[in-house]
């Protein structure tokens, strides 16, 4: 499934899945920035008061 910029950057915004207690798996090949989504989310998350953590 792919996703243009502004979707992705509408689902980050609005980090509905943590709301409803879920999870996100970020697949793609090296390179096309899975690291980069996941701090992004990861920075929101915390800027929405939500406990964040690495496994």
Do not use: P, Q
Not at 8 to 31: D, E, M, Q, Y
């Amino acid at each position: 499934m792919e996703f243009a910029d502004e979707e992705i950057a509408g689902w980050r915004k609005r980090l509905r899945f943590l709301k409803k207690g879920g999870n996100v798996i970020l697949i793609g090949n090296s390179g096309t920035g899975k690291t980069h989504m996941a701090i992004a989310v990861e920075i929101r998350a915390c800027e929405g008061n939500y406990r964040v953590e690495k496994n």
